[in-house]
Every structure is written in C-alpha cells, then in structure tokens.
C-alpha cells in the first residue's frame, strides 16, 4: 500500500506539472499586480524536486503570510532540466527556476530573460543545496555491481536519462567521464569505454524522474545511475526493494536557482520571487532539504546530521537512520572547464555525447 500511495502520487504531480505547463504555454499567467491582490508566482524546477517544493511551497506561503500580510499560490512545473529550460527560454513564464545545473539557467541568461552575474544572486554559488550521483541496484545487487567499470560488461542493462534533455543525466555523464580518465585513459579511450556503457543503457528517458519510473516501476535495467536524492525517496517508496551503491568517483552536482529577471519586473512579482529563493537558505529551508535527501549549503544546519567519521561524512537523518556515506572523491565541474565548454564539448548537437550514442543505437 506504501507503495502504490507513493507511485500514484508521484503520477499525480506529473499529470498536474504537464497540465499547468500547458495552461502557462497558452494562456499566460496573470500579472500579480493585477490580481486582487492575490499573489502567484510560477516555479520551474527539474525532475526530482516535485516532493521537496510540494513541501517547501506550502512553508513559504506561511512564511510570506506572515512577512507580508500577503496570500501567495506557487505554481509548479518539472521535467528534465535541459527541456525545462528552453521553454522559459522559448516563453514559458515563469518567476524563478530552480534547475538542475548552471547551464540550464545560462541557456534562459542567453535568451535574455536572466541578468548576467545570476550565480552571484544567492550564497553558494546560487545553489541552496547540492548532490551527488549514486547507482540504485535491486535488493542484494544480484549482478554485484560495485564501480563504473561494472557497467561496461554486457550482462549489465543501465538506466540513465537522456543528457540532452536531462540535467541530472549530464552529472550521470560527466562523473563516469571522470571515473574513466582517472583510471589512466586516454580521451580515445574514455570515448570507447562512454561509448559501451551507453550501449548498455536500455532506455533513455527524457528526465531523472522518468528513468526511475522506468527503473522501479516498469522493472526495466539492473542498476539506475540516480541522483543521491532520488535514490534515497525510491528507497523510502519501495523498502526493502532496492540497495544504493556509492561507487568509487562521482561528481558534486550543484542545482542552480535564479529569479527569472524579465518575467518578474513585468508581472511585478521580484520581491516575492527573490524572497522565495532566498528562504531556500533559511533554517526552515534548509532541514527540509535535508529531509528530502539532499545536502544543505549551511554548514551549522549540515553538522546537525553529519559527523566525521574514519575520513568519511555520514549523515542521520531523524527518521531514516544513516545515508550519505561519503567514501566518494567527489568533483565539481570546473573539471571540466565549466558548464560553457563542457556543454559546448560534449551535449550540444554534433558533440561527443552525439558521436557517442549515435554509433550505439
């Protein structure tokens, strides 16, 4: 019964993200300003927050009632954050977005939409929280899968979304590129090796979210290469079903946030929309976050739930024991050079990602 409420749920959001996407596209939404008073600002988010902001929006609007006198509604969309991102860029409106990676926010800055310097708006790069990348196997890791190099062997079907459309699925990318060089490969090399392990992968959904739906519910692939977040609410939904396997190298993934600077000077929502990121930052905001798996940016909320132990960080969560056993080397993207010449690199049409799946399909 746990589960089905959790699966139907998760079904729910995404028909309701779908249709007030659509509403949005074709019909505007409406100028707060104008509005009775009544207050309503428009979220663009990425695949696996739906349950985080479905909580977090509910504590803001107590929050801004109590700050302001003022009602707010929050409306929400999620999809992956590649996908998310051109739409606000192609007209979607939207107050904030809160997407899964810097890039995704560059791509509505070079529409025009955002100011230059977002990253600087907000503490820790503009990013309230991070997370890493981790494998979800089926309870007892029948197929003993432990590292990357576990992947390439061809008894192994992965599930991974598509980098594309998916910022979840570009960390997924980049940190098996880096496991790879690590191991003394040469570029020729990781190609082949990135190249084998997309040949694994059985289905290539459009979003984090998807592929899990297609991991869990459709029981498709041996291991899921999910967000650390991700992996632990599938965990929650289906106990006793699933293991996480924190492999020897992954990446620090940085969800960015920025106010959409166009969208909320015209409908006259930037106050609201500034203080809604802001607040990502609270104490309040910051153990929902933790509470939803991720990993706060404050460090005093951090040392709440993590203690050193041996060199490696494990955190305790208040109902759900421990998590986030660190023994990884974790990597952030100015590895790569930064989301410009990695995306550029590798995900823009006729990059490597290209050449890559291209030559598997």
């Not at 302001?68 to 007209?91: D, Y």
């Not at 910051?286 to 706060?296: F, S």
Request: charged fraction near 25%.
């Amino acid at each position: 019964m746990r589960r089905k409420k959790f699966i139907k749920k998760r079904i729910m959001i995404s028909m309701l993200g779908l249709f007030l996407t659509a509403g949005m596209m074709g019909c505007g939404v409406t100028d707060t300003a104008a509005n009775g008073g009544k207050l309503e600002l428009v979220n663009v988010s990425y695949d696996p927050t739906r349950e985080f902001y479905e909580e977090y929006n509910q504590l803001f609007a107590e929050h801004w009632k109590e700050m302001t006198g003022q009602e707010v509604t929050i409306i929400q969309s999620h999809g992956g954050s590649g996908k998310q991102a051109l739409e606000v860029a192609n007209g979607l409106d939207a107050d904030v977005v809160t997407l899964a990676l810097e890039g995704d926010v560059q791509t509505i800055a070079d529409a025009g939409l955002i100011e230059p310097g977002f990253t600087e708006e907000f503490e820790g790069d503009s990013s309230p929280y991070t997370s890493t990348i981790v494998f979800l196997v089926r309870k007892g890791n029948p197929k003993n899968i432990q590292d990357w190099n576990d992947l390439l062997r061809s008894d192994v079907g992965v599930i991974t979304p598509n980098p594309k459309t998916s910022g979840g699925a570009r960390w997924n990318y980049l940190a098996a590129w880096y496991y790879f060089e690590l191991q003394g490969q040469s570029e020729t090399e990781i190609r082949e090796s990135m190249k084998t392990l997309y040949r694994n992968v059985l289905v290539l959904d459009s979003g984090a979210r998807g592929a899990t739906t297609t991991f869990m519910e459709n029981g498709q692939g041996d291991v899921l290469i999910a967000w650390e977040n991700e992996a632990f609410l599938s965990m929650e939904e289906a106990q006793g079903e699933y293991e996480i396997i924190v492999p020897s190298v992954s990446i620090l993934c940085q969800p960015t946030v920025a106010v959409v600077d166009e969208v909320a000077d015209r409908r006259g929502s930037r106050k609201a929309a500034e203080e809604y990121l802001n607040f990502l930052y609270s104490d309040e905001g910051q153990r929902l976050e933790v509470e939803n798996y991720y990993r706060p940016s404050n460090e005093t909320i951090l040392d709440e739930y993590v203690k050193e132990d041996a060199g490696n960080l494990i955190s305790e969560l208040p109902a759900d024991g421990k998590w986030i056993v660190d023994d990884v080397t974790l990597t952030d993207i100015n590895h790569f050079g930064g989301w410009s010449e990695a995306g550029t690199k590798h995900f823009t049409d006729g990059g490597i990602f290209d050449s890559i799946y291209e030559k598997t399909e």
